[in-house]
C-alpha cells in the first residue's frame, strides 16, 4: 500500500535553503578539525613524531566510526518514532558545538594531552556524524523525488563552500599572519587550536536556519519508549530483507565509503608528511579542493537527476580510483596537485549522489531509522580504512603504501554497486 501524505512544503526555497545551511554549517567542522588544520596540528604537535601521530589519530577516527555505526540505527528508529528530528538534532549539534570548542585549550604542555585531545575529537566527531541521521531524514520531505538530486547536491556544494569560506578566514585571521586576529597567542601554537572556536561559533550560527525555518511532521501522543524503539527495529530488520535493491547499495557503499572517510581523515597529513608542504599550504589545498568538490556536487547534482543516483555514482567511483593511483604515484606536487583536484570533483558528486539515491529508497515512515542504517554502513567498517594506513604506513615507513589502500576499497566498491537495480530500488519504496 503506497502511502498518501504528502511532502512537507516540498521544493520551497526557503524551507531548501535552509535546510541546505545545516550542511554549510557543519562543513567547518569536517573540513578544519577532522582534515586539514586540527588534524595536521595534531600529528605535528601532540604526538612524538608524525608516523605516531599518523598511527594515533588513525585510532580515533576508527572508534568515532565504530561508535557512529552501532548507535546510528538507533538513534534514527528513536526519532522516527518520537516523530521529532529536530530535537534529536539539536542534542548532537550542541555537544559536537562543546567539544569542539574544548579542543582549542587543550595544549601539547598538558598532562596526557594527546589523549585528552584525542577522547575530544571522538566526543566531537562522533555526535556530527550521527547528526546526519536526523538532518538528512528531511530531505525526502522537502524535495520532490524528480529534483531530490540536485537538492541533495545544493547542500553538499554550501558544505564545501562553507568549508573553504570558514578555512580562508582561519587562514587570514588564525594561523598565518605575524600577529593573529584577537592578539591570539602563538605560544604553544594557541593560535592555531583556537580555530576550534572558530569552527564551534560558524556551527552554532548557521545551524539555526534549519531549527527556524524548516518543518517537521510531529506525531501527536507518541511516548519515546526504549523497548518500543527495539522492537520497532527489531520489525525492520525482520523485513529488511525485502528491500534487496537497498541492501546491496549498502553494502557498496559500506565499502566504497571507506576509501571517502580514509581520504578526509588523511589528506591534509599526506600532504605534509610526503610532499613537505607547511600547515599554510595545506590549508591553501584544502581550500581548493573544497572549491572543486562544491562546484561537482553543484553541478552534478542535476546530472544525478537526469542519469539516476546509481550511474552518478558509478562514474565518480572510476574517476576517484583514477586520481587515487595518481596520488600514490605521484612525483612531484604539480601531480598531487592534479590528483588532489580530480579527488576533489568527484567526492562530492558521489556524496550526494549516495545520500539522494539512499532517500528514493528510503520508506516514508521510516525515514530517520532507514538513514540510520545509511549512517551504519558508511561507518561500521570505515575503521577499517584507517586502521589499514595506519599498518601500511608503520609496517613499510611510507605514507604511499598507507594511501595505496585507499585504492582497493574504491575498486570492490564499485564491482558491487554495480549489481544495484535503482528503478526496482525505487519501486519498493513507493508500495511500502
Request: glycine residues 10%; hydrophobic residues 55%.
Amino acid at each position: 500500500m503506497t502511502s498518501s501524505a504528502p511532502p512537507l512544503h516540498c521544493d520551497v526555497p526557503r524551507v531548501i535553503l535552509s535546510w541546505a545551511l545545516y550542511d554549510w554549517a557543519n562543513s567547518a567542522f569536517a573540513t578544519i578539525v577532522a582534515t586539514f588544520i586540527y588534524s595536521t596540528y595534531f600529528t605535528q604537535a601532540m604526538a612524538p613524531d608524525e608516523l605516531t601521530g599518523t598511527a594515533w589519530w588513525s585510532r580515533a577516527v576508527a572508534l568515532s566510526s565504530l561508535l557512529t555505526a552501532l548507535v546510528s540505527p538507533i538513534l534514527g528508529a528513536a526519532a522516527d518514532r518520537s516523530g521529532s528530528h529536530k530535537r534529536f538534532l539539536a542534542v548532537t549539534t550542541a555537544v559536537s558545538i562543546g567539544a569542539t570548542a574544548l579542543l582549542a585549550f587543550v595544549s601539547p604542555s598538558v598532562p596526557h594531552a594527546a589523549l585528552l585531545a584525542l577522547a575530544l575529537y571522538v566526543v566531537a566527531d562522533f555526535t556530527f556524524e550521527t547528526g546526519y541521521v536526523f538532518y538528512n531524514a528531511f530531505l525526502p520531505a522537502i524535495a520532490s523525488p524528480e529534483r531530490i538530486g540536485r537538492v541533495s547536491g545544493y547542500g553538499w556544494g554550501l558544505g564545501y563552500v562553507g568549508g573553504i569560506v570558514c578555512m580562508g578566514i582561519a587562514l587570514v585571521g588564525f594561523v598565518q599572519p605575524e600577529v593573529p586576529w584577537f592578539g591570539l597567542s602563538k605560544v604553544e601554537g594557541f593560535n592555531v587550536r583556537a580555530v576550534n572556536l572558530l569552527v564551534a561559533c560558524w556551527f552554532a550560527v548557521f545551524a539555526l536556519p534549519l531549527f527556524l525555518f524548516v518543518p517537521e511532521r510531529r506525531i501527536r501522543g507518541v511516548r519515546l519508549e526504549i523497548t518500543g524503539v527495539f522492537r520497532g527495529m527489531g520489525r525492520t530488520l525482520r523485513t529488511i530483507g525485502g528491500y534487496r535493491e537497498m541492501r546491496k547499495f549498502l553494502l557498496a557503499r559500506l565499502v566504497f565509503n571507506d576509501g571517502l572517510v580514509t581520504v578526509f581523515a588523511f589528506g591534509g597529513i599526506y600532504a605534509a608528511g610526503t610532499f613537505g608542504m607547511t600547515l599554510s599550504e595545506v590549508i591553501v589545498f584544502g581550500i581548493v579542493l573544497n572549491l572543486v568538490s562544491g562546484l561537482g556536487a553543484l553541478a552534478f547534482g542535476f546530472l544525478d537527476d537526469r542519469i539516476g543516483g546509481k550511474k552518478m555514482i558509478m562514474l565518480t567511483l572510476v574517476a576517484l580510483s583514477v586520481a587515487t593511483a595518481m596520488a600514490v604515484w605521484a612525483p612531484t606536487r604539480a601531480w598531487f596537485w592534479t590528483a588532489g583536484i580530480v579527488i576533489g570533483l568527484f567526492c562530492g558528486p558521489n556524496q550526494s549522489a549516495s545520500r539522494s539515491l539512499m532517500a528514493r529508497f528510503a520508506p516514508e515512515k521510516h525515514h530517520a531509522e532507514f538513514f540510520g542504517f545509511f549512517v551504519f554502513s558508511g561507518k561500521v567498517t570505515s575503521f577499517m580504512g584507517p586502521i589499514l594506513l595506519g599498518a601500511a604506513t608503520t609496517a613499510f615507513r611510507s605514507q604511499r603504501w598507507g594511501v595505496a589502500t585507499v585504492l582497493v576499497f574504491f575498486v570492490v566498491g564499485g564491482v558491487l554497486m554495480a549489481t544495484v537495480n535503482e528503478r526496482r530500488g525505487i519501486e519498493v519504496a513507493r508500495h511500502v
